[in-house]
């Protein structure tokens, strides 16, 4: 099937080698050069992600059967509304169905009113004014956060990045004064516990699970540092993880399935890759956020050990003809992203860094090339995560130890990664920590 993507990070990359093995023909659109991509691909286009018009007349010159959209800006733009209008089936949401990523207070009513298991309270304003009043009167503590996209980084949680009413106000001013985000506030009552990532694929009523995941989003080791898009996740080879059994697994498939329901309720049917971050709480798992889209990193953890054919999942979430079941092997896998100097607070851009592929591919990992150029036939990072490593075994140690072997076969003097995230003592201290909140 000839087959277009949008998007060149390491998710899209991770999703395109799922395409190649599936035997897709590649038409790729990025704005960076990833030369894993390009590798695979029969044509690409470099352009804007959201530059419809450009990309609907590559899609309608190519002949493209089937669009999988990587990541959320384009899906806000209304990329898929126009594909689907040029008559190419999309394995992705339209606008009005990807709400429940770009707007955090469509997401929070949606779960309100359909009375959706795993919500926190939460109000949304328009105005600092009413803001601060509402604040005045909660008796928890609370996050911060901008309704609409800002890239995984808005967020602002009390006791970790706001502490008293003064800072809170502050960041609730900044919001609106540099409209960021571009819709306003919304706070939410601060979940305790551990997190998860739930993704499935959804064709508007079917939801099929993928191995859970968990993400590390504070940019330096020990999980302290700025929030970042992800710098790292892993996932255990019985698709659970150490801290979260088939119960409450169970439980944040279950929300998923009620949010998909209750989305054909509402007129807006959820066709493409749905993402749940969940926090395992003491009352259970609560929903933190609801994407659109794969996670990033976590689209490397699982796309590797499908074992089912790539295309054909993506042809039915298109046409509504999704079993509840995909394949995915009995492996562990940990994935650490090798980020520019300075990532979190001020990258440095432009630095050469290179790979050696067929060193990754001996050691049995896999590498995803992201947020990379090329200039002048040189391979340099650009502000954001640089290349994905995948390390795949049958237990987490042994993913662990992969994914350090191939790290090896990576090369720059301006980048740094998480070398923790993984490891034994980090997972033990998730699942330390979830003991102590649930009081056993
Ligand atoms: P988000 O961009 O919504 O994923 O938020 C970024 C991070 O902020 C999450 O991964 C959580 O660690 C934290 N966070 C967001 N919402 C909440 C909440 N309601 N309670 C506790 N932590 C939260
Ligand atoms: N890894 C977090 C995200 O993709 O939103």
Not at 20 to 29: E, F, L, N, T
Not at 274 to 287: D, N
Request: hydrophobic share 40%.
């Amino acid at each position: 099937m000839r087959v277009l993507t949008i998007g060149g990070g390491g998710r899209e990359s991770a999703a395109v080698d799922a395409f190649h093995r599936a035997g897709s023909d590649i038409y790729a659109v990025m704005k960076n050069s990833n030369p894993g991509i390009i590798e695979k691909a029969k044509k690409y286009l470099l352009t804007d992600e959201k530059n419809i018009a450009e990309i609907c007349r590559f899609a309608k010159e190519n002949i493209i059967e089937l669009a999988f959209v990587g990541p959320e800006a384009p899906l806000e733009a209304g990329l898929v509304d126009a594909l689907e209008e040029e008559g190419v089936p999309c394995a992705s949401p339209t606008r009005a169905a990807a709400r429940i990523e770009t707007s955090k207070s469509f997401m929070r009513e949606l779960v309100r009113k359909h009375k959706v298991d795993g919500n926190l309270e939460y109000a949304a304003f328009d105005n600092p004014a009413d803001t601060e009043t509402y604040l005045k009167k909660v008796d928890h503590e609370i996050v911060v956060k901008p309704v609409g996209l800002t890239g995984g980084k808005g967020v602002k949680v009390q006791g970790e990045h706001i502490h008293t009413m003064k800072d809170i106000m502050g960041y609730v001013n900044e919001i609106f004064e540099n409209n960021i985000g571009g819709a306003g506030v919304i706070i939410e009552e601060k979940a305790v516990g551990e997190e998860f990532t739930q993704m499935a694929f959804c064709d508007g009523k079917t939801v099929a699970p993928m191995p859970l995941v968990q993400d590390h989003k504070r940019a330096y080791e020990g999980d302290v540092g700025p929030n970042t898009g992800g710098m790292g996740s892993y996932s255990d080879a019985d698709h659970l993880l150490p801290f979260v059994g088939v119960e409450d697994r169970r439980k944040a498939l279950d929300i998923m399935k009620q949010i998909v329901s209750a989305m054909s309720e509402e007129g807006c049917p959820y066709r493409g890759v749905m993402y749940g971050q969940f926090m395992l709480t003491k009352s259970g798992p609560k929903i933190i956020e609801i994407n659109a889209r794969f996670g990033d990193p976590e689209a490397m953890n699982v796309l590797p050990i499908l074992e089912d054919n790539f295309e054909k999942i993506c042809w039915d979430m298109a046409k509504g003809t999704l079993s509840g079941a995909v394949r995915f092997a009995k492996k562990a896998t940990v994935c650490k992203y090798v980020v520019p100097r300075g990532y979190g607070t001020k990258p440095e851009a432009g630095h050469r860094i290179s790979v050696d592929m067929e060193g990754v591919k001996r050691s049995g990992a896999e590498a995803f090339y992201s947020n990379v150029d090329m200039r002048d036939g040189v391979l340099v990072t650009g502000t954001s995560r640089a290349v994905g490593v995948v390390g795949i075994d049958d237990s987490l140690e042994g993913a662990d130890w992969n994914c350090e072997t191939a790290l090896s076969f990576v090369e720059s003097d301006a980048i740094f990664v998480r070398h923790d995230i993984g490891t034994r003592d980090l997972i033990q201290r998730r699942v330390d920590h979830m003991r102590e909140i649930l009081g056993k």
